[in-house]
């Protein structure tokens, strides 16, 4: 499992998802995503909804969303399920949830849950973590973002930000 994390783009903002689905070659449609311990900047549409604990929702409906309405993850964890593994199978786990959570930034990466086969995590608008074995989107996504750093590097160069 790898951890990558962005802290600057053109955009100001890290937690925009089309542009971090750009590494993925449209292979975030292959996925159901479940939305966890979210805020965004906008809540356009009901399979988003705001105050909610969690959201379950098709790649394809998550990229249409994204790409109409450019919404920015200020907070919430983003995890990808193979099509074949059903809701109520993800539900016997607790939630991921990315505010005030050290294992994070734990240099054994893993994902929060156990299903999954990617997260991303959107931190406070101000960095993304992606964490997968998808070696393809991981060199796609050094290139698009040359600026990111791995896990090993993070903790190395910033040991104080790890205090949380």
């Known amino acids: 499992m790898e951890w990558l994390m962005i802290e600057k783009t053109d955009r100001g903002f890290m937690t925009y998802l089309n542009d971090i689905f750009i590494a993925f070659d449209n292979k975030q449609n292959e996925y159901n995503w479940l939305i966890s311990s979210y805020e965004c900047n906008d809540y356009p549409s009901e399979k988003i909804p705001l105050g909610k604990e969690s ?66 995590v959107a931190w406070d608008s101000g960095l993304a973590i992606l964490m997968t074995e998808d070696k393809k989107i ?27």
Not at 63 to 74: A, D, L, P, S
Not at 100 to 118: D, F, I, R, T, Y
Not at 139 to 160: A, N, S
């Open 55 to 120: 959201a379950w929702i098709s790649g394809t409906d998550l990229t249409e969303i994204v790409n109409k309405h450019g919404i920015q993850f200020i907070w919430g964890v983003l995890s990808a399920f193979s099509k074949d593994v059903k809701y109520s199978d993800v539900m016997k786990y607790p939630l991921p949830y990315a505010d005030g959570n050290g294992e994070l930034w734990n240099e054994e990466v893993k994902l929060q849950h156990p299903l999954a086969e990617m997260e991303i």
């Open 138 to 164: 991981l060199e796609k996504f050094k290139k698009i973002y040359p600026h990111c750093v791995d896990i090993v590097t993070y903790r190395k160069d910033f040991p104080e930000s790890l205090d949380l």
